[in-house]
């Protein structure tokens, strides 16, 4: 069984930095993907950012490009989502995500942050981190 934990999240002012952590653990593949969702008071949940464990290749939705940096360290099984510039739309639950193969990893990450609702295919969902943006 997947498990995922989430860490890392705080209130911050606006123009400050947080770094969210994502814990998984019980992948029976080398092919994954890890998403980073996040969800406000009154809105649908929304794909940041995908992590694609194929050939590492990461995605952004466009509001957060260029300001959050998602990335894995193997030797710990966590993937980190670091959040720069934040903004008080920021504001919001976030949630990590994990889904393992044999899957379309790079057509799933795609979807993360294209697709709305959000895709189906993730099964293994850790407990939400709130991160509070104030101006």
């Known amino acids: 069984e997947v498990q995922v934990v989430e860490s890392g999240g705080g209130s911050v002012q606006a123009g400050g930095s947080l770094r969210l952590s994502c814990a998984v653990s019980g992948f029976t593949s080398d092919d994954y993907a890890i998403g980073w969702f996040r969800q406000a008071p009154g809105k649908e949940r929304e794909g940041v950012s995908c992590f694609d464990s194929s050939d590492g290749s990461t995605y952004y939705t466009d509001s957060v490009e260029g300001r959050f940096t998602i990335s894995s360290d193997n030797t710990k099984n966590t993937v980190y989502l670091q959040m720069n510039s934040l903004k008080p739309d920021d504001t919001a639950v976030y949630y990590c995500?994990?889904?393992?193969?044999?899957?379309?990893?790079?057509?799933?990450?795609?979807?993360?942050?294209?697709?709305?609702?959000?895709?189906?295919?993730?099964?293994?969902w850790g407990q939400g981190t709130q991160v509070t943006v104030f101006s």
């Open positions: 995500a994990a889904d393992s193969g044999p899957i379309d990893s790079a057509g799933l990450c795609l979807a993360v942050v294209t697709s709305r609702p959000i895709p189906s295919d993730f099964h293994s």
